[in-house]
């Protein structure tokens, strides 16, 4: 449910002079203009397995990432054991 705009008569007591204009009679406060919020449950579904099918990607980066620092030390560490001989 979209929050309700605020109404501030222009008769209340202003904390500044620069506040509230002689002219008016309300001062309506912007609103923020948000997305579609009617959604059905079929969208609802299929955007959290969207989600869970790019979590999962990521872990899988991550993994893959994992083991190509692991390689590249095992590398390093059989290098430096060659240049000790």
């Known amino acids: 449910m979209p929050p309700k705009r605020s109404i501030i008569p222009a008769t209340s007591p202003p904390t500044r002079?620069?506040?509230?204009?002689?002219d008016s009679t309300l001062i309506v406060q912007p609103q923020k203009k948000r997305g579609k919020r009617d959604f059905e449950l079929s969208d609802v579904i299929s955007k959290f397995a969207f989600l869970e099918i790019t979590v999962k990607k990521m872990r899988c980066t991550i993994?893959?990432?994992?083991?190509?620092?692991?390689?590249?030390?095992?590398?390093?560490?059989?290098?430096?054991?060659?240049s000790k001989w």
């Open 17 to 22: 002079s620069s506040d509230v204009d002689s």
């Open 63 to 82: 993994e893959e990432l994992q083991l190509l620092v692991e390689t590249q030390q095992c590398e390093m560490d059989a290098h430096k054991g060659l």
